[in-house]
């Protein structure tokens, strides 16, 4: 099973409107990270938001938050107030484990954003 | 605070050559990640160091690919002989530790097309 699903193909987003991304992950640590980065055709991952499995409240960053359903293993991602510059592609990704030999990043395949003037 | 560099952004080899990637990892960061990124998929994790230590390649290609973090900071990435299908991106990461909680910062990546 994959351990991240992003299975939207391609989202459209109408400039200053809110935009929601999908992921849902899969797990029987008790102990992960969720990880969203932003992808611009520059090719340079840019970190965006992080919740932990332990956080009661959901993540927020700016014009990110993190709608973030525990018992429905998902994390999906609040864009508010969209840019033109949000046009990226968006990943989701998972770090199981508290420390040692699960620390690697496991990563969705991404969703398309296309953010419209 | 700069950010992880990475260089050559681009390069362009024949198959068969050999090529080199090197990453810089943000000051004071322990965990070097390189990562494997192929057209329209997320990025695969080649190989981990915590300083010098590689404490995770399973996933590296060791009849081609090699890669070292003398020191505990700078890293080098080689891929000798490359084939066509090596073309895709080759990221670089770090963070502090190897936590669960510890956000990994990229750097730009290295385009690679082996023709």
């Known amino acids: 099973a994959q351990k991240i699903t992003q299975t939207q193909p391609g989202m459209f987003v109408q400039e200053k409107e809110a935009v929601t991304l999908d992921c849902t992950y899969d797990?029987?640590?008790?102990?992960?990270?969720l990880f969203w980065y932003k992808q611009p055709s520059s090719g340079e991952m840019i970190f965006l938001i992080y919740?932990?499995?332990?956080?009661?409240q959901n993540a927020t960053e700016g014009r990110y938050s993190l709608n973030f359903q525990k018992a429905r293993k998902s994390a999906n991602l609040v864009i508010s107030a969209s840019q033109l510059g949000d046009s990226a592609m968006y990943f989701c990704?998972?770090?199981?484990?508290?420390?040692?030999?699960?620390?690697?990043?496991?990563f969705g395949k991404g969703i398309t954003l296309s953010v419209r003037p | 605070e700069a950010g992880v560099v990475q260089s050559p952004r681009y390069k362009i080899i024949e198959k068969k050559q050999p090529v080199a990637f090197w990453c810089n990892p943000i000051?004071?960061?322990?965990?070097l990640y390189w990562y494997l990124q192929n057209l329209g998929q997320g990025p695969e994790l080649l190989i981990r160091?915590?300083?010098?230590?590689?404490?995770?390649d399973s996933q590296l290609p060791k009849d081609r690919f090699s890669a070292e973090r003398l020191k505990g900071v700078d890293s080098t990435l080689k891929i000798q002989p490359a084939e066509l299908g090596d073309s895709a991106v080759y990221l670089c990461?770090?963070?502090?530790?190897?936590?669960?909680?510890?956000?990994?910062?990229f750097g730009p990546g290295t385009r690679l097309l082996v023709l």
């Open positions: 797990t029987s640590d008790q102990s992960y990270g």
């Open positions: 990461a770090s963070s502090l530790g190897l936590s669960a909680y510890e956000t990994q910062y």
């Open positions: 990704a998972m770090r199981e484990g508290r420390s040692g030999a699960n620390s690697k990043l496991t």
């Open positions: 000051s004071g960061h322990n965990t």
């Open positions: 160091y915590e300083n010098e230590e590689a404490v995770d």
């Open positions: 919740q932990g499995s332990y956080d009661e």
